[in-house]
């Protein structure tokens, strides 16, 4: 069993930052690459960024990339998400997650079987 508990969560205006923070516990921590996910109104939950279970790579969707920079602090058990220049757009629920099928591609959702409260980023224009 895992536990997430995301947090950092606001509102802000376009051009401005957010840090996101994911706590995980229970399972070992390291064994999992981790990832983050955002789901909008009205749509599906949608891959974001990963960070692997060294911590030593990391993978973006394009709609991020060069704004978004994850990150994991594996004494901590924590993951993070430094999201800058913010859009409208980025306005969803974000959630993180454990990657506890590695078999499956990590863009896809049936790769993860435990996912926290979330913690809601609104984006004003």
């Known amino acids: 069993q895992v536990q997430l508990v995301e947090s950092g969560g606001g509102l802000v205006q376009a051009g401005g930052s957010l840090r996101l923070s994911c706590a995980a516990s229970?399972?070992?921590?390291?064994?999992?690459?981790m990832t983050w996910f955002r789901q909008a109104p009205g749509k599906e939950r949608e891959f974001v960024a990963t960070?692997?279970?060294?911590?030593?790579?990391?993978y973006y969707a394009d709609s991020v990339k060069g704004r978004f920079t994850i990150s994991r602090d594996i004494a901590k058990n924590a993951v993070y998400l430094q999201m800058n220049s913010l859009k409208p757009e980025d306005t969803a629920v974000y959630y993180c997650?454990?990657?506890?099928?590695?078999?499956?591609?990590?863009?896809?959702?049936?790769?993860?079987?435990?996912w926290g409260q979330g913690t809601q980023v609104t984006v004003s224009s």
């Open positions: 960070v692997t279970r060294s911590g030593d790579n990391t």
């Open positions: 997650a454990p990657r506890t099928r590695p078999s499956l591609s990590a863009y896809d959702r049936r790769s993860y079987e435990y």
């Open positions: 229970g399972r070992t921590f390291s064994t999992y690459a």
